[in-house]
């Protein structure tokens, strides 16, 4: 009977171990990387500022625009779109075709773009 | 079959009273292991959707606003969006805990803002939110 009491135990206290100390990384991880966001944005925001030249603001949307979209693509797992946001990928597809990349250097992303526009796909 | 019938049991099978505690002792090993990853697994999978699905929010809303940025083509328009993300990234600053250090670029670049904010009084944000943009521009200062 103590035996079991002490399995019992030892397996409750493992399992709120086991959360706890995954909870706690999983939590600093996240705060770390809105950390860097919040300083990337800040350092954006005066770069445009001190530019004040239409031109940046519009590499800068450009550059944002891709890394949304290329985020999206490497997205996993079993999620559905609101109506809000499959507009608003259809509108950044159609964005993305009347304005081709110039610069070779965004070519291999192509094929990696082109999975983002199905991401809205499920009904 | 009760507890007490499986020591009972135990003890037929192993002969010896110390093979019945060893067995308990591994059957404790296992079960913390076991506990443990389940811990950890339960977290990963109730947590990590919630997680993704934030991120996931936050894309489609950079993509909306980049958007609006290029299809208006207009620097006020543009410069009123980086205004808001600036004020709401210090504002996230602001509502950090203690428990880390600036990096020197990130000291750079709030001394910038604080610079760019004293230069341009008219972007400071409304009354209510200044001491919020205030205290996000002091981040790094006690944090070095």
Redesign the interface.
């Known amino acids: 009977m103590v035996w079991f009491a002490i399995v019992l135990a030892g397996g409750m206290t493992s399992f709120y171990l086991g959360s706890y100390s995954v909870g706690y990384a999983m939590t600093q991880l996240a705060w770390q990387n809105h950390r860097g966001d919040d300083f990337g944005n800040v350092k954006a925001a005066i770069w445009l500022f001190t530019r004040n030249d239409l031109t940046a603001y519009h590499q800068f949307s450009v550059g944002q625009l891709r890394d949304g979209v290329i985020h999206l693509a490497v997205e996993d797992g079993d999620w559905r779109c609101s109506d809000n946001q499959r507009r608003t990928l259809s509108r950044a597809r159609i964005w993305w075709k009347d304005h081709p990349d110039p610069t070779p250097t965004y070519a291999p992303l192509e094929r990696i773009v082109e999975k983002s526009w199905s991401a809205c796909d499920k009904p | 079959m009760n ?2 019938n499986l020591t009972s049991a135990l003890t037929q099978a192993f002969g010896r009273p110390w093979m019945i ?1 060893l067995s ?1 002792f591994v ?2 090993v296992v ?10 697994r ?3 999978w109730g ?1 990590s ?1 919630l ?3 934030g ?2 929010g936050a ?2 809303a ?6 609006a ?3 208006r ?1 207009d ?1 006020a328009f ?2 009123g969006l ?2 808001a ?2 004020r ?3 504002i ?2 602001a509502a ?1 805990d203690d428990g ?1 250090r600036c990096a020197s ?2 000291s750079k ?2 001394a ?2 604080k610079s ?1 904010f004293d230069a ?1 009084p008219e972007h400071r944000a409304t009354r209510e939110l200044q001491p919020f943009i205030a205290d996000g521009l002091r981040t790094c200062e006690t944090r070095m």
């Open positions: 507890i007490r505690h308990w059957l404790l079960t913390c292991v076991a506990g443990v990853q389940l811990g950890s339960t977290l990963n947590v959707p997680v993704w699905q991120e996931r894309q489609f950079k993509i909306s606003t980049s958007l940025e290029l299809e083509n620097i543009s410069e980086a205004v993300r600036l709401t990234a210090l996230g600053l950090e880390w670029y990130q670049a709030m910038d803002a760019w341009h």
